[in-house]
């Protein structure tokens, strides 16, 4: 993966009152803790929920890497990264933070959420069960090496076919993210419009859910 290579944009994280009445918590993504081992090239894939505090160490350090700190804007101390995760964790479920598991070692921080259920969906014309995706790639070895493209096209197809409801998944990485952009293309994204959100002009990248 290309040096900077990170894609993020705050999903809103509702707190447990606030659940809409029509839903479970482990409804609105479909159980991605379930969702298994993917093969890829480099090794096997697989999220692993974020658990804190076991995990706010390790996250605070890849938070804290200027390469990642540019666009994730979470450089600082613990209590920052803990409250980004946090809102999530304690939220209605439309928003799972994961690592990303190579061969058993973490090597990425995901989020994966529900888009159409986001502040995001007001700035570009949503449909029902669009997916995100925000992603950072840790350590430094891991980045420039195609690592995190690998990783997004496996994991984009692993989500349409475990989300049957799902039509396509979507990203908005930082126009000036130019790393993020490329690998979001190298991993069968498109390029769909610019969008002004509120902390960025973002790139839309979308994979559509392939025609059977």
Same mark, same amino acid.
């Given at each position: 993966?290309?040096?900077?290579?990170?894609?993020?944009?705050?999903?809103?994280?509702?707190?447990?009152?606030?659940?809409?009445?029509?839903?479970?918590?482990?409804?609105?993504?479909?159980?991605?803790?379930?969702?298994?081992?993917?093969?890829?090239?480099?090794?096997?894939?697989?999220?692993?929920?974020?658990?804190?505090?076991?995990?706010?160490?390790?996250?605070?350090?890849?938070?804290?890497?200027?390469?990642?700190?540019?666009?994730?804007?979470?450089?600082? /101390?613990?209590?920052?990264?803990?409250?980004? &995760? !946090? $809102?999530? @964790?304690?939220?209605?479920? #439309?928003?799972?933070?994961? %690592?990303?598991?190579?061969?058993?070692?973490?090597?990425?921080?995901?989020?994966?959420?529900?888009?159409?259920?986001?502040?995001?969906?007001?700035?570009?014309?949503?449909?029902?069960?669009?997916?995100?995706?925000?992603?950072?790639?840790?350590?430094?070895?891991?980045?420039?090496?195609?690592?995190?493209?690998?990783?997004?096209?496996?994991?984009?197809?692993?989500?349409?076919?475990?989300?049957?409801?799902?039509?396509?998944?979507?990203?908005? /990485?930082?126009?000036?993210?130019?790393?993020? &952009? !490329? $690998?979001? @293309?190298?991993?069968?994204? #498109?390029?769909?419009?610019? %969008?002004?959100?509120?902390?960025?002009?973002?790139?839309?990248?979308?994979?559509?859910?392939?025609?059977?």
């Amino acid at each position: 993966m290309a040096p900077g290579l990170s894609a993020q944009h705050r999903p809103s994280a509702h707190l447990p009152w606030q659940r809409p009445h029509w839903t479970r918590r482990d409804d609105l993504l479909d159980g991605v803790a379930r969702w298994g081992v993917m093969h890829t090239r480099y090794g096997e894939f697989r999220l692993q929920p974020v658990r804190l505090p076991r995990d706010l160490p390790l996250l605070v350090d890849w938070m804290n890497d200027p390469v990642v700190s540019a666009f994730w804007e979470l450089c600082g /101390p613990a209590e920052l990264t803990e409250q980004h &995760v !946090r $809102a999530q @964790l304690d939220g209605d479920g #439309r928003s799972v933070p994961c %690592l990303g598991l190579v061969d058993g070692t973490p090597m990425s921080y995901w989020e994966v959420y529900r888009a159409d259920l986001d502040p995001l969906a007001r700035h570009y014309p949503a449909r029902p069960h669009d997916t995100g995706l925000h992603l950072l790639v840790g350590p430094a070895a891991h980045r420039g090496r195609g690592v995190g493209s690998s990783l997004l096209g496996t994991l984009t197809r692993r989500i349409l076919r475990e989300r049957q409801a799902a039509r396509r998944v979507v990203a908005e /990485p930082d126009v000036r993210n130019l790393p993020s &952009v !490329r $690998a979001f @293309l190298r991993a069968g994204y #498109r390029f769909d419009s610019e %969008l002004p959100l509120p902390e960025k002009q973002a790139a839309l990248m979308v994979f559509d859910r392939p025609q059977p």
